[in-house]
């Protein structure tokens, strides 16, 4: 069955600290993947995806991800955290063809300290 | 003009009861789908529909029933309440094809005691 792992539950930071979220997913075949973000008591909102293309994207608010097949990982990345970035951050994949069946991680929760 | 609407935002209800959240959606989509978030935030997929016609539809007990009369619409109607059955249920949507992406509702955080 196709998993999401996400290694890290709760991430501590200070401010300006260097962000990486690590998200690693099993399924043999072609997939499409996402982080979403969820501040607290919101709902999701994607930060970015990935179908296809350069395997380094960018997403909104500074973020960015590296889809390296080999290793089948899809990490989250943030040069400087701001205290705004407090929230739960959710790694998932699409299994191409699948229909949008979105299989998510576990999410990480990343706490800022001003 | 919120893109994916739920209706309510928080239900308390009691055990044994029956319950309806409502899903709308503005954004022409085909597909709809309603996610469960537990306790521990960990979200799972409960059913999606596209264009009305139900296409996933996991393993949930069958007190949870779908109902779309329209492919803007999305309602989860669930009979005979839990205490497990407490979480945030969120509905999506996301256009037809391949390559997209899936837009979320605020959420309805339900709490059966």
């Known amino acids: 069955a196709q998993s999401v792992s996400q290694h890290n539950h709760h991430v501590i930071l200070s401010e300006a600290a260097s962000l990486e979220l690590g998200c690693n997913y099993s399924?043999?075949?072609?997939?499409?993947l996402f982080w979403y973000v969820q501040y607290p008591g919101q709902h999701l909102q994607l930060l970015l995806k990935?179908?296809?293309?350069?395997?380094l994207v960018k997403g909104i608010k500074g973020f960015e991800a590296e889809f390296i097949k080999s290793k089948f990982s899809f990490n989250l990345r943030k040069p400087s955290v701001q205290w705004s970035d407090t929230a739960e951050y959710f790694c998932?994949?699409?299994?191409?063809?699948?229909?949008?069946?979105?299989?998510f991680g576990k999410g990480t929760k990343l706490s800022v300290k001003p | 003009d919120t893109a994916v609407s739920q209706t309510p935002k928080y239900l308390v209800t009691q055990m044994g009861n029956d319950k309806s959240i409502k899903c709308e959606q503005n954004?022409?989509?085909?597909?709809m789908y309603w996610y469960k978030q537990d306790s521990k935030k960990f979200l799972k997929i409960m059913f999606s529909?596209?264009?009305?016609?139900?296409?996933i539809n996991e393993t949930v007990p069958n007190r949870f029933s779908p109902k779309s009369p329209d492919k803007a619409h999305l309602n989860l109607h669930i009979n005979s309440l839990e205490l497990g059955d407490s979480a945030v249920y969120f509905c999506?949507?996301?256009?037809?094809?391949?390559?997209?992406?899936?837009?979320f509702g605020q959420g309805t955080r339900l709490t059966v005691v």
């Open positions: 999506a949507s996301s256009p037809h094809g391949l390559n997209t992406e899936a837009f």
């Open positions: 990935y179908f296809s293309g350069d395997p």
């Open positions: 954004l022409g989509h085909d597909t």
């Open positions: 529909y596209n264009n009305k016609e139900l296409i």
């Open positions: 998932a994949v699409t299994p191409r063809g699948s229909q949008g069946n979105l299989i």
């Open positions: 399924y043999g075949g072609t997939v499409n």
